[in-house]
């Protein structure tokens, strides 16, 4: 069963992140290729080589998390 709540980063088959996209978390898209957020007091950092692989990843942080609370963005 496919969620789009979750999102996975692999690499060669094996899961590196494993993250379910929150309402109530801030997410902050830094720079062109950084993404941040704070998960179970953690904070997280996605960091890509390609601003393109950067902007793919927030719309879909920023398309779950409209669904999930409207007034979120």
């Not at 494993?18 to 960091?47: F, G, H, R």
Request: hydrophobic share 40%; glycine share 2%.
């Amino acid at each position: 069963m496919l969620r789009h709540d979750v999102f996975m980063i692999s690499s060669t088959g094996t899961v590196i992140l494993e993250s379910k996209v929150c309402p109530n978390t801030a997410y902050q898209k830094q720079q062109e290729t950084l993404i941040c957020w704070s998960e179970n007091e953690q904070e997280l950092a996605l960091s890509f080589q390609l601003m393109e692989s950067c902007s793919e990843i927030w719309e879909k942080i920023c398309d779950v998390s409209s669904v999930l609370s409207p007034h979120w963005l």
